[in-house]
């Protein structure tokens, strides 16, 4: 069982946002770039997967720019065992990536697909589920456990407003990973000179037959405003007259 997983250069989660001073976009030189956390658990899933015998090989897949390469590079260093590299400069949006990834299903003929269940730069959560849109296939969701159970069919337990759901599905089918499904290893130093040596496959999107055509635009962006200092409170009676008085909350 083949199994393919998305990653994404985003900016490192524990870097600090600036807004561009044209308010064009968030400021990317000179950042610290890392692998979307959503989908180094996606990509620690499938290597489990691979470690229990039920996957046979585990392909990391990212659309990007050159740069990209690096995220690509850390996957092999976890356990994938190949890499594609869907080269752009271009801006790409949820449904390009689908689009792209759909091709890359077409030309793989994976039994499963896991992505992280959102990126932390633009928080979408849209390209799975559009995925198993555009492909047909059952999805899971927001999981946060994979089982397979006798004659390979998925249960997936996924996250809800109300609980906890659990879903069962035939393959192949789209899982996207929930911070709860694992906690993701760490690429050790000689595996991560062995990937350096790695060949990684590069395609494009007009290769694959996907038009990256823009149809969203980003107006402007702004700073969240800063949050105003608290106050103190004396009693209990003086806290409800100010919520009912100048909050207006009750």
Known sequence: MRVLVGVKRVIDYAVKIRVKPD???????????????????ALEEAVRLKEKKVASEVVAMTVGPTSSQEQLRTALAMGADRAIHVVTDAETLPLHVAKIFKALVEKEDPSVVILGKQAIDDD????????????????????????FGEGGALQVTRETDGGLETLAMNLPAIVTADLRLNEPRYATLPNIMKAKKKKIDKLTPEGLGVELKKHLSVLQIDEPPKRAAGIKVESVDELLEKLRNEAKVI
């Open 23 to 41: 308010k064009s976009a968030v400021e990317t030189a000179n950042v610290k770039m890392s692998m979307n956390p959503f989908d180094e658990i």
């Open 124 to 147: 979408s959560n849209q390209t799975g589920q559009m995925l198993a849109g555009l492909l047909g296939w059952p999805q899971g969701t927001f999981a946060s456990e994979v089982q």
